[in-house]
């Protein structure tokens, strides 16, 4: 269970890297189709009624959610989503995790209209991994006591890695993702081909593992972060390479202790905010998140053989 010692922690950075996501779409077009484009809005009702609340929404945002037959552009949505995140940094009495979900279907929907800029062709890149089995420690940060996860997995490239990684934690792979390997970038293809030119970062699925690890097999720690939304941060530590065991099948998910925050909960500071909620029966959200959840959530359920088997599926 996460401590509640960090319930403080700031949600101010990812609330400021959201309204930086809403600005691009109203003011880099060479991103964008259109941005008087009409999307299929996300928000509900309820939704709606919320975000009317908000007394900083410009006049014709208003009448449009008020009215059930109005239709919402890329640049409506934009400057929507750039509200809430305002309000969620200046309002200190707002549910903080009801306006993050608000903000993050806002989001999702803008990430549907960026303008998909055509790579320019290259000859495949000729990949020769190695015959090493490589072992990682998997910690996201920012969460205590720690979830993790230790993972062999066999020479390959960092996309794939990304994949081990996603399929051990239990994440769903629905958003994007990079590394940071000594200062260095590496990106999600689907990043680098929508134009998101300023992240300046290498072809993660062009990148062996070998290439970037130690030849000495010293142990070294590098990032990954998954849903630039939520800032999932993880350190991920190579632990070495272990001799090959000719009867184990990889990859293999030796161990690790937590369960996967979900999905769109706001990160570090979001998941720490909902178990607090499911903890507290009389918290005014917890029917709310409760519903949200499913019902029933133990922060402490990990199973390494079930790990082992979804990262299996996924080769």
């Known amino acids: 269970m996460a401590s509640k010692k960090n319930s403080s922690i700031d949600l101010s950075e990812q609330v400021l890297a959201v309204?930086?996501?809403?600005?691009?779409?109203?003011?880099?077009?060479?991103?964008?189709?259109?941005?008087?484009?009409?999307?299929?809005?996300?928000?509900?009702?309820?939704?709606?009624?919320?975000?009317?609340?908000?007394?900083?929404?410009?006049?014709?945002l208003k009448a449009k959610l008020s009215s059930e037959e109005a239709s919402f552009t890329i640049a409506d949505t934009a400057r929507m989503l750039l509200t809430v995140a305002e309000s969620l940094l200046d309002e200190q009495k707002l549910k903080p995790v009801k306006f993050w979900m608000i903000a993050q279907k806002l989001?999702?929907?803008?990430?549907?209209?960026?303008?998909?800029?055509?790579?320019?062709?290259?000859?495949?890149?000729?990949?020769?991994?190695?015959?090493?089995?490589?072992?990682?420690?998997?910690?996201?940060?920012?969460?205590?006591?720690?979830?993790?996860?230790?993972?062999?997995?066999?020479?390959?490239?960092?996309?794939k890695l990304h994949n081990h990684i996603q399929q051990a934690m239990g994440w769903t792979n629905s958003h994007l993702y990079q590394f940071e390997i000594q200062k260095q970038c590496y990106g999600d293809p689907a990043m680098l081909s929508e134009g998101f030119d300023e992240f300046e970062c290498l072809d993660s699925s062009k990148t062996l593992l070998s290439s970037i690890l130690p030849e000495r097999r010293k142990r070294f720690a590098f990032k990954y972060e998954y849903d630039f939304g939520d800032g999932w941060k993880h350190e991920i530590l190579y632990e070495g390479i272990p001799p090959i065991d000719t009867k184990a099948k990889y990859p293999i998910c030796l161990?690790?202790?937590?369960?996967?925050?979900?999905e769109d909960c706001g990160g570090a500071w979001g998941y720490i905010h909902l178990l607090d909620v499911l903890e507290d029966p009389e918290h005014v959200e917890h029917r709310e998140l409760k519903e949200w959840i499913g019902g029933h959530f133990d922060s402490e359920e990990f199973d390494s053989k079930r790990a082992t088997k979804d990262m299996r599926n996924r080769r």
């Open 255 to 262: 161990e690790g202790e937590g369960a996967c925050p979900p």
């Open 19 to 60: 309204a930086e996501f809403a600005v691009r779409f109203l003011v880099a077009p060479k991103y964008l189709i259109n941005k008087n484009a009409v999307v299929d809005f996300p928000l509900d009702k309820r939704e709606r009624a919320t975000v009317l609340k908000f007394p900083v929404l410009p006049a014709e």
């Open 107 to 159: 989001a999702d929907c803008l990430e549907g209209y960026v303008f998909p800029v055509e790579p320019e062709p290259s000859k495949p890149a000729r990949l020769k991994p190695t015959d090493n089995i490589y072992q990682f420690k998997i910690t996201l940060l920012d969460i205590e006591p720690p979830i993790w996860r230790r993972i062999q997995i066999q020479d390959c490239t960092l996309q």
